[in-house]
């Protein structure tokens, strides 16, 4: 699955930028620069160059890893912003609930333009972030009405990802129709949430059939909801057999319980239904249903994640964003089944080699590959959103405009949170450690081993003289090696050398006792 950035006649800019400046801040692959795809850097970079170069490569590929850069998009009226306003409030961007029309005249966070807090409706996209469970989750949300369905096309373009909300009641409407099919347009595997299941009339089975029908959709649900309407208390998820009750004044906190005795038939048989549909597009699950083995909750999700990105299959979610039911499982489904940036292929175009088609990697250490899919007049002028594929972009840089061909610099980055702009952090951090200069005399006949030991505790020599029978050796170690070298330096030489040392400075640790120091962490974070 190649493609031009979800466009075949797209041109992309495919230039090497640099800059004579020294910017503090700057942005990564695969980050969406004033709409906030962020990225951490990381340094670009035998046997050991090799090796080093696979520990950066897996460092920033670890990174990208944790990143989804979806939309949410539907029907007008069909509860999508309500749904985003859950979403940034179960993940801690914001600390309130408001609704679209609600009494206090507040509106929600993605409706920033004053009509649409008027009319409750969203006229243009907004972009946001959050993370949620450590993970960087990038948000669009898109409008539903059908005169702004620019705003979708411009949005999904750039999008690895996307959650098609359905209403329960209205089911698959025309404008639903319309946003599946953009989708489809620019190949991004989505995710269905029927939605508005504490409704009056309420048929999530009903608007499965449709979207079956209507949207030509191979899907299975992979929850079943216990009750519906007034009645609808919460949901069984499918994959581990589990109900879940969303309690708290704002469903915040998940109780994970048994399923019912009175709905487990209901749910085994959907489950069935479930694998089966996965089964038909997947060969590895296809093999273990033929066979009769027990599948097991972690190789049928790998399986619904692998039919999802290959977009052959469509997982339904089910809840009920405005009574705050349903919401935290779609986030872990969008972690568990939709792409990060580099489990999609794209590619651009080199305009140096007759518009030859070049895969894009995602490396930060590439040749910087954007597109500025969407323009707009800010309050301190004009706003550029920009999706970059490959390579990175810093404050102070000047980039080419493929189409005019002009350098144009890059001013300012910012990230958005709705219609807030915020600063980027200083981009490629790096860890610290204390250097000592360390100041050794020892007798001359010692003094390759000495040497030599230094060598070992990653210090740098800068000063070797002699005094008479001695030599005088200055270096450079990192604090954390000199611990124990008392004894050390006595053993060296039968007691005859001595040192001192004093601070000299903070320095980057080097790349394996920073990958060492992250693994430690995580692995702490585990235990925990």
Not at 335 to 345: G, H, R
Not at 463 to 481: M, R, S, W
Request: with cysteine.
């Amino acid at each position: 699955m190649a493609r031009c950035a979800r466009s075949s006649t797209m041109r992309l800019l495919y230039t090497l930028c640099s800059s004579s400046l020294k910017p503090q801040t700057q942005i990564s692959t695969a980050a969406l620069l004033a709409g906030s795809f962020q990225l951490r850097q990381y340094s670009a970079g035998s046997a050991a160059a090799l090796r080093q170069k696979e520990e950066k490569e897996a460092w920033w590929k670890e990174s990208l890893q944790k990143l989804r850069n979806i939309g949410i998009s539907a029907h007008i009226d069909s509860g999508k912003t309500t749904l985003t306003e859950r979403v940034l409030y179960y993940t801690g961007r914001i600390h309130e609930i408001h609704e679209v029309r609600g009494k206090d005249g507040v509106g929600a966070k993605m409706d920033s333009m004053d009509l649409e807090r008027e009319k409750g409706i969203t006229i243009q996209s907004a972009a946001t972030y959050c993370s949620w469970k450590d993970y960087q989750v990038n948000i669009i949300d898109t409008p539903g009405h059908v005169d702004f369905t620019i705003e979708v096309e411009r949005a999904l373009r750039v999008l690895d990802g996307a959650v098609l909300v359905l209403c329960s009641v209205g089911g698959v409407q025309s404008q639903s129709i319309t946003v599946d099919r953009q989708m489809r347009r620019y190949e991004v595997p989505r995710l269905a949430f029927i939605n508005k299941l504490d409704r009056m009339g309420a048929d999530p089975w009903k608007v499965l059939n449709q979207a079956r029908s209507k949207l030509r959709h191979h899907s299975a649900a992979v929850q079943v909801p216990i009750g519906l309407e007034d009645d609808f208390k919460g949901l069984i998820d499918l994959v581990n057999m589990k109900a879940h009750y969303f309690h708290g004044s704002n469903g915040e906190k998940i109780v994970i319980e048994d399923i019912p005795a009175n709905i487990e038939a209901l749910a085994l048989e959907k489950r069935r239904e479930l694998i089966e549909a996965v089964s038909e597009v997947d060969d590895k699950l296809a093999e273990a249903f033929l066979s009769d083995e027990p599948i097991s909750s972690i190789d049928l999700e790998e399986a619904i994640r692998r039919a999802t990105i290959a977009q052959k299959f469509v997982p339904v979610f089910m809840g009920s964003a405005f009574k705050n039911k349903g919401v935290q499982p779609l986030l872990d489904g969008v972690l568990s089944y939709l792409p990060s940036p580099t489990e999609v292929s794209n590619y651009a175009l080199d305009q140096t080699k007759n518009e030859e088609k070049v895969m894009l990697s995602g490396s930060p250490a590439g040749p910087l590959v954007a597109l500025a899919f969407k323009l707009e007049e800010g309050r301190f002028g004009q706003l550029t959103f920009l999706r970059i594929y490959e390579g990175i972009v810093k404050k102070g840089d000047f980039i080419i405009n493929v189409n005019t061909g002009k350098k144009v610099k890059v001013p300012r980055l910012v990230r958005m949170h709705s219609n807030e702009m915020e600063c980027y952090a200083p981009a490629k951090p790096v860890i610290l450690e204390p250097v000592m200069m360390v100041e050794l005399k020892a007798p001359t006949e010692f003094q390759g081993t000495v040497t030599g030991d230094i060598n070992k505790r990653k210090g740098m020599i800068v000063g070797n003289d002699q005094e008479g029978d001695d030599c005088v050796i200055t270096a450079h170690v990192p604090l954390n090696n000199m611990f124990g070298y008392s004894t050390a330096l006595r053993s060296m030489t039968q007691g005859k050398g001595e040192f001192t040392m004093e601070y000299l400075q903070h320095a980057q640790v080097s790349q394996d006792v920073q990958m060492q120091l992250v693994n430690t962490y995580k692995a702490s974070k585990g235990v925990e």
